[in-house]
């Protein structure tokens, strides 16, 4: 119990939210439910994974997120971002005039993370001897690391036990500026983050006592100010700030950018809901051998992070072609650098299982809620309205034995309730108000709903 | 107080085999049951599930879940085991070579649920069917 409460950086507006279980819906976890006509999310299940900001019709759901401004309280102003940054823009802007715009915003210094990415490999690599038994699971996506933690704890033991490319960039840039004479106070580290996951990753790292980065930056919000900001033309020669930049730097949160290097018997899956289905199947041991796996939990990667602009196919078709006029990593010149300082740096502890989905840590009382379950299911429509304010029947028969919950939340059994005369019908109304809260029902233009994508 | 689940196998129906093994999974990580021991009820009982979709007509999965064990009872409709001696033998096999094909078959199975098993009985009558039952402890 002595742990820090779980960090996410997913809030929702509860001024915006209207309850309208999309998010409830299509969360991997089943983490959210709606309490008093608004999404609320369950610190526990949360993986961070972002699908509810994606799928809010009225962006109830915000990242929180550190203000730009701060930058200006450091002497060295360091901007870490993933190359999935520049592969967002269009091809009108060429890379330089990109970082030139980050340079008129303040920063003094940028970085790629992804570089110099031959040490990360042959760290990852090294790993793999680490797990005894099963695939290496490569922990770059801390949303599938923390899905893996709380879902699949068996599986907490094949993560690889190595940083991200943001810790690698990290302590690659202060080694670089500490040896042109900075001090370590005077550097400011600031991560531009493409989803969620990340962001609380780096606020709460899984298996460090603190994170390096000073502050964490939106994207979007990023990507908004340097479009304000961005040149015609180039007028500095940024290539130096690229220097350790490589082909599979570029293409390294991209599907396959992991398990392409890799090579041996690997795998790369991306979408979270595809994850899920896989891991499920590795968990029975229904699949055949792996050395390593890479797991995204977006589809198309990072491409596809939440807080992204612009279409995830097409980031994915830039940032290959960008790769194709970059050196491989293995060509990269790193010398002068301490290689083995850095690498002593990006290995972690174990990850470690923290299973969420136990009815109860005493085994017979496990079972008796199993049972009450499966009674409880059996009056349940089966139909997963979600008019009871949980994602599905299933669900709610959990919430009830776990006390979160009431047969007569179900707006079926309601009604039931009510011919039967064993609920009256005011009654009932509180309850449903009580779920959706107490304007529910009445005439409200802003509470349209979603339609399917396309319409 | 028991909680017991029943899945039916119909035979040849290869892409459902592993849905009682992975239904079973799920009830048992939300018990608490440690993953040592769920992945042998799991190997177990996938092993189970294919041998009737590789051979019989169409059979039962029935799992009585208790506190400290957890015991599968596997019955099928369909040729029944000729030498139960024999074909406990790991390697011995007499699936057709169109289930060979498929990956399945290499007479691994009944050894293989022996191995994860704590009490494993078979009954079988040529013919008519066999029933696989097995017990497992939770460690």
């Known amino acids: ?455 | 107080m028991a909680l017991e689940l029943t899945f039916n196998i119909a035979g040849g129906d290869f892409s459902n085999a592993g849905k009682a093994s992975s239904q079973i999974k799920k009830v048992l990580k939300q018990l608490n049951i440690d993953a040592k021991s769920i992945k042998r009820i799991v190997v177990a009982v996938y092993e189970a599930e294919v041998n009737v979709a590789a051979h019989a007509w169409e059979g039962e999965v029935k799992a009585i879940v208790d506190e400290n064990e957890i015991l599968i009872v596997v019955s099928d409709r369909g040729p029944g085991i000729e030498n139960i001696k024999q074909a406990m033998q790991p390697g011995f096999s007499t699936a057709s070579k169109e289930v060979r094909e498929m990956g399945f078959g290499a007479g691994m199975g009944l050894s293989n649920i022996e191995k994860n098993t704590d009490e494993l009985h078979i009954e079988s009558q040529v013919g008519e069917g066999t029933t696989v039952t097995f017990r497992c402890y939770y460690s």
Request: net charge positive; hydrophobic share 35%; aromatic share 8%.
């Open chain 1, 1 to 455: 119990m002595s742990e820090k409460p779980k960090y996410h950086a997913l809030k929702v507006d509860a001024e915006k939210c209207f309850g309208c279980t999309h998010c409830m819906q299509i969360c991997p976890t089943e983490a959210i439910r709606i309490v008093n006509g608004i999404a609320v999310i369950d610190d526990e299940r949360c993986v961070d994974c972002g699908n509810c900001l994606r799928a809010c019709p009225v962006d109830a759901f915000y990242v929180v997120h550190d203000e730009l401004d701060q930058i200006e309280s450091y002497k060295y102003r360091v901007v870490l971002f993933p190359s999935v940054f520049i592969g967002q823009f269009s091809e009108i802007y060429s890379e330089g005039r990109i970082y030139e715009a980050l340079l008129k915003l303040g920063f003094t210094h940028i970085f790629e993370v992804e570089q110099p990415v031959e040490w990360l490999i042959e760290s990852v690599k090294e790993s793999r001897k680490e797990v005894k038994e099963g695939p290496l699971i490569s922990s770059f996506c801390p949303a599938v690391v923390r899905l893996i933690q709380c879902k699949y704890p068996s599986l907490a033991g094949n993560i690889s036990p190595r940083k991200a490319p943001h810790d690698l960039a990290a302590h690659f840039a202060i080694q670089q500026l500490k040896k042109q004479g900075a001090a370590e106070n005077e550097i400011g580290i600031f991560y531009v983050s493409p989803c969620s996951a990340k962001m609380a990753a780096v606020n709460q790292p899984v298996a460090e006592r603190e994170s390096i980065v000073t502050g964490i930056i939106n994207m979007k919000d990023l990507y908004n100010r340097i479009m304000k900001l961005i040149p015609a033309k180039e007028y500095t020669d940024t290539s130096d700030f690229r220097k350790y930049l490589s082909r599979e730097g570029i293409l390294w949160s991209l599907p396959r950018g992991e398990s392409s290097w890799f090579r041996k018997k690997s795998m790369a899956i991306d979408g979270i809901h595809n994850v899920v289905k896989f891991l499920e199947r590795l968990e029975n041991d229904e699949v055949p051998e792996f050395d390593f796996l890479e797991l995204k939990s977006c589809n198309q990667g990072c491409a596809g992070g939440i807080l992204l602009t612009g279409n995830r196919f097409l980031t994915v078709e830039r940032l290959q072609k960008r790769a194709a006029g970059y050196p491989r990593a293995s060509q990269v010149n790193t010398g002068g650098f301490d290689k083995e300082a850095i690498k002593r740096r990006l290995i972690t502890e174990k990850i470690k299982p923290k299973p969420v989905f136990v009815l109860d840590e005493n085994r017979t009382r496990a079972l008796e809620k199993m049972q009450k379950i499966n009674n409880i299911l059996c009056q349940l429509p089966g139909i997963d309205c979600g008019g009871c304010g949980a994602p599905n029947c299933h669900a709610l028969a959990e919430d009830i034995v776990q006390g979160k919950g009431r047969m007569t939340d179900c707006v079926f059994l309601q009604k039931k309730y009510v011919k039967e005369q064993k609920l009256k019908s005011e009654k009932a109304y509180k309850n449903l108000e009580k779920i959706w809260g107490e304007k529910r029902f009445e005439a409200d233009c802003n509470k349209k709903g979603g339609r399917n994508e396309g319409f």
